[in-house]
């Protein structure tokens, strides 16, 4: 059984013909009213959905950082916090997004090597070819993409092996427990038919690679930020986009919470003061937010 995670992915993937959705979904609710130049009577093919939106903190109601951009019937994931498979599937169930079902999982882009980011990788990796998924996964991130899919293949090695020589029927799928990445810098990261998107170099403390992205889908435009300290990376690339998704931590909780960890915040997370301003100059048609500081 041969093991490789770094099978490079072309810059241009090769178009599918995929069905046509509707709606954003984000988090707890939908948006019924669409920004951008989506009409009412004709729904968004480009929307976001917020799979996880939680951060170190085990909080029961919140999953680890994790967003799809779903076009038409293809799904386009940003990080893979703890539950990323089981939200999506929620999302699939709960909001008849199929592209969000755990066979379609086939695509991720990371921001950066945070645990709480990358935790539920393993189970991108490995839950949705179990279920059926007929491609390798694309895992495209910064510097360090490559090392870290390795090893969570040769950790789950003996699980792998027993799957692919045991009972189980694997039929056409057999090789879709791999791993393709590619290490990326900024710059246009990804493009096919439906969507180009551009990895946006950012500040997050002392990591030496995040990215935010900006996704150009064929009607609406999203800037996710990732982890980062306020940026006029963000905020150009942004300039009018349809909807801008940047973390934020609370500027009076943070005055709660003791020296050491008010100098980390600051250093590498951005305050819902500099968030208005962010906002004030990026002009989004709508901005998502959300963070908390009760433990982390
Ligand atoms: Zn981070």
Not at 235 to 256: K, M, N, W, Y
């Amino acid at each position: 059984m041969r093991i490789d995670s770094r099978t490079p992915i072309p810059l241009r993937a090769s178009p599918r013909l995929t069905p046509v959705l509707a709606a954003v979904w984000i988090g707890l609710g939908w948006i019924t009213s669409p920004a951008g130049s989506a009409s009412a009577q004709e729904p968004p093919r480009t929307r976001l959905v917020l799979l996880g939106t939680g951060t170190p903190n085990a909080d029961p109601e919140r999953s680890g950082p994790a967003t799809a951009v779903v076009v038409d019937g293809r799904a386009y994931l940003f990080d893979a916090g703890s539950g990323v498979v089981r939200r999506a599937a929620q999302a699939a169930r709960d909001r008849q997004i199929p592209a969000l079902l755990p066979p379609n999982l086939e695509l991720v882009f990371r921001t950066h090597l945070h645990s709480d980011h990358t935790v539920g990788l393993p189970d991108l990796l490995l839950g949705p070819w179990v279920l059926g998924r007929r491609e390798p996964l694309s895992v495209l991130g910064p510097r360090g993409t490559g090392r870290m899919m390795d090893g969570i293949l040769a950790a789950w090695s003996a699980d792998i092996g027993i799957r692919l020589d045991g009972l189980e029927p694997r039929g056409q799928n057999a090789d879709a427990y791999r791993a393709v990445t590619r290490e990326i810098g900024p710059g246009l990261a990804y493009e096919d038919d439906l969507v180009r998107v551009t990895a946006l170099a950012v500040s997050h403390g002392s990591i030496e690679h995040a990215f935010g992205y900006r996704i150009e889908g064929p009607d609406r435009t999203i800037v996710i930020s990732g982890d980062a300290t306020p940026s006029s990376a963000i905020v150009d690339a942004c300039d009018g986009c349809d909807i801008l998704l940047h973390e934020v931590f609370s500027a009076e909780r943070l005055a709660t919470r003791p020296a050491e960890w008010r100098a980390y915040h600051t250093a590498f997370h951005t305050s819902t003061v500099q968030l208005a301003d962010i906002a004030n100059r990026a002009r989004p048609g709508l901005l998502v937010s959300g963070r908390d500081l009760d433990v982390y």
